[in-house]
């Protein structure tokens, strides 16, 4: 067997309810001049709180708040004061970019990380992996982290309080692991690999059990297993597998879709669970296996309960121009694109006709999954 060298899971990781508070000292173990990064003005508060506590113990922070998208511009601007006031940490306290941002920061700057989701709405906060977008978000590429986080800690109490929207995006984001990894990397004779693809399936069945409870009441058991699932498993079959459990279509597609303009921003996994139809819708239309096509119904079934976009208009483009959807597809197929892990060929040509083509039949599914 070759060499595998990748980073499965933070150092430590803290999660229930109040965790947050609970490891504080851990926090200032860890760093005594952090730089808390963060963006939404919406839980500007929260990260305003976890500045007065740390004070309290003695700890002074600094605070970046991120323009736009994990772009570079960002990036360079939060390394500049990280260094111009000595932060030997990085406290990342928001959604997926604004983790994926602090993860970079730190890695760059060779200090300390420590993630706070302040959602379920990705698995950022677990990954040594980043994604980089243009200040209009744009995803440009992903790039591999020397570490996982040092310390994550998920904090029930204030993920909980996160709008549902957020936790139907992060299982659509969780979903995918099984479908598109399974696709891709179920040949492997990587053990650990297997068991990451075994992983995706069993979280795929837990969300399918859970997720609608979860997505309903807050308060309910099911939003445990969900929340952590999204948040956290999800993470765990990420560095379980490492590169190769690779992407199959879902993700390829969202890169492509966020070349586009929006009137209403779609989240991450919004996009990817969309991705994640015309994945299936493709599948279909290259293989003789009745499976894709009940998989896609039983997504669809899914996704309607979780109000996710199952259609173009639902992910909110501006335009929806045969022009505008050239240019994600072009993009999806792009030479290095994951795309290409699909077992048959494809082009952009045909992406597309696959996108033409669900969009006419989901006229249909709305009308039964309304
Ligand atoms: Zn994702």
């Known amino acids: 067997m070759s060499i595998n060298n990748h980073s499965i899971s933070p150092s430590k990781v803290v999660r229930g309810e109040n965790a947050w508070i609970k490891s504080i000292d851990l926090v200032t173990q860890l760093c005594k001049r952090p730089l808390l990064i963060g963006r939404s003005s919406s839980t500007k508060d929260i990260r305003t709180s976890f500045k007065k506590d740390l004070l309290l113990k003695g700890i002074q922070s600094f605070s970046f708040e991120l323009e736009h998208d994990c772009c570079e511009l960002d990036i360079k601007n939060a390394c500049l004061i990280s260094k111009n006031n000595n932060c030997d940490g990085i406290i990342a306290a928001g959604g997926?970019?604004?983790?994926d941002a602090g993860k970079l920061i730190a890695d760059l700057l060779g200090i300390n990380c420590i993630t706070i989701p302040l959602s379920a709405s990705t698995c950022a906060g677990w990954t040594a992996l980043s994604n980089i977008y243009t200040p209009d978000g744009k995803f440009i590429k992903d790039v591999t982290l020397k570490n996982c986080p040092n310390?994550?800690?998920f904090d029930h109490t204030i993920v909980r309080a996160a709008p549902p929207r957020t936790l139907a995006s992060g299982m659509a984001d969780a979903v995918a692991k099984w479908y598109e990894s399974s696709l891709t990397s179920s040949t492997s004779q990587d053990g650990f690999v297997q068991q990451a693809v075994q992983m995706a399936r069993v979280l795929r069945?837990?969300?399918f059990l859970n997720g609608h409870k979860a997505f309903l009441n807050p308060l309910s058991n099911s939003w445990e297993t969900v929340a952590e699932g999204c948040a956290l498993t999800a993470g765990i079959i990420g560095g379980l597998g490492g590169a190769?459990?690779?992407?199959?279509?879902?993700?390829p597609i969202h890169n492509g879709l966020t070349q586009l303009a929006y009137t209403n921003k779609p989240l991450h996994g919004e996009l990817v669970g969309f991705g994640l139809l015309i994945q299936l819708?493709?599948?279909e239309?290259?293989?003789?296996?009745?499976?894709p096509k009940q998989a896609k119904s039983q997504l669809i079934d899914f996704f309607s309960q979780l109000n996710l976009p199952i259609s173009l208009e639902s992910i909110c483009l501006k335009s929806t121009t045969s022009d505008e959807l050239q240019k994600a597809c072009k993009?999806?197929?792009?030479?290095n694109s994951d795309i290409h892990q699909l077992p048959f060929l494809i082009n952009e040509k045909e992406l597309y006709d696959a996108i033409q083509n669900f969009q006419s039949l989901s006229t249909s599914y709305k009308i039964i999954f309304k």
């Open 244 to 251: 190769r459990c690779r992407t199959a279509a879902a993700h």
């Open 331 to 335: 993009f999806a197929c792009s030479d």
């Open 285 to 291: 239309k290259n293989s003789n296996s009745q499976l």
């Open 205 to 207: 069945d837990q969300l």
């Open 151 to 153: 310390l994550l800690i």
């Open 281 to 283: 819708h493709l599948e």
């Open 96 to 99: 997926g970019k604004v983790l």
